[in-house]
């Protein structure tokens, strides 16, 4: 059987360009792998400036390394001119912050805040811009499981990732009408570094396991499928949605 031309046709991104964030490493670093694979010029944008410039050196026929601070409006105005129209942005860094409430430290607070919420909707914001001139463009958030149930220790993550829900909903509404998509990929619990501190408690590891019906965690492919069909023509009329990738963990 061969796969019929029209549906490769949707998934080839030759001539395009994207700007993943928070490429350097986990789901970033693989969205930016399989879309440097289905063809496009990808913009792999980091602060983690040796993991970033190492990942891009590895692909440079394909991967253009930015190193950019997220907390920082200038640094993100500054990425936003230089991946300048891309066709597609996964806007994905995004730290996590594990707290208890009552312990919550307030500059952790801003910290997240800035980083997850602020600095995150600040790029969609600008890279819209040229989207909107053009009228046309793919943008698509990293949110969380977490949003759908309440997740201990993390009510500052959590409440970061459900703005950026929200935020994609209005984002999608206001700017459908210019041919510009807009959702989210909700990842469920995905083995990489912003976790891996977590997972390693063999308690936490195995009770979180058992809650997932697919039976495993998520890997940094399974994440970065999802952003692929978010971004290609599959998908194109799709928007203001959040997908959860999460092995079903949200249903129970
Ligand atoms: N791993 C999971 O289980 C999981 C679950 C739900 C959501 N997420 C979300 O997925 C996204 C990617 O996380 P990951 O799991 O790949 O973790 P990761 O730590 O491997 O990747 C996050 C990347 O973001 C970068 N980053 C962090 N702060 C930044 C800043 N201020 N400026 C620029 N870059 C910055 C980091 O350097 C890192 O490369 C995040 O938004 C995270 O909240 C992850």
């Known amino acids: 059987m061969t796969v019929p031309a029209e549906f490769s046709r949707m998934f080839d991104f030759s001539g395009k360009a994207v700007c993943v964030t928070g490429a350097a490493s986990g789901i970033g670093r693989a969205t ?3 879309f440097a694979d289905l063809g496009a010029m990808v913009y792999v944008a980091d602060r983690a ?6 990942f891009a ?15 920082s409006l200038p640094s993100v105005e500054a990425l936003a001119n230089t991946v300048g129209d891309v066709d597609v942005l996964i806007n994905n860094a995004g730290v996590l912050l594990y707290e208890p409430l009552s312990e919550l430290n307030l500059e952790d607070l801003s910290r997240v805040i800035s980083i997850n919420l602020t ?8 890279v819209g811009e040229g989207m909107l001139a053009r009228r046309q463009g793919v943008i698509i958030h ?11 220790s993390r009510s500052v993550y959590a409440a970061t990732k459900a703005g950026i829900s929200q935020f994609v909903k209005t984002a999608a509404l206001e700017w459908g009408p210019q041919g510009i998509r807009v959702n989210c990929v909700a990842p469920g619990r995905t083995l990489t570094a912003l976790n891996q501190h977590l997972l390693q408690e063999p308690e936490n590891y195995a009770q979180a396991l058992k809650r997932i019906p697919l039976g495993r965690f998520g890997n940094t492919k399974d994440m970065a499928n999802a952003f692929a069909f978010l971004a290609s023509d599959a998908a194109a009329y799709i928007t203001g949605h959040t997908l959860v990738v999460d092995g079903g963990w949200i249903l129970p």
């Open 32 to 34: 930016a792998e399989l």
């Open 49 to 54: 400036e040796k993991l970033l410039l190492e």
């Open 57 to 71: 050196a590895e692909r440079p026929d394909a991967l253009r390394a930015v190193v950019f601070d997220q907390s």
């Open 119 to 126: 600095g995150s909707i600040a790029l969609s914001r600008l």
């Open 142 to 152: 990293t949110g969380s499981q977490v949003v759908y149930n309440g997740a201990e």
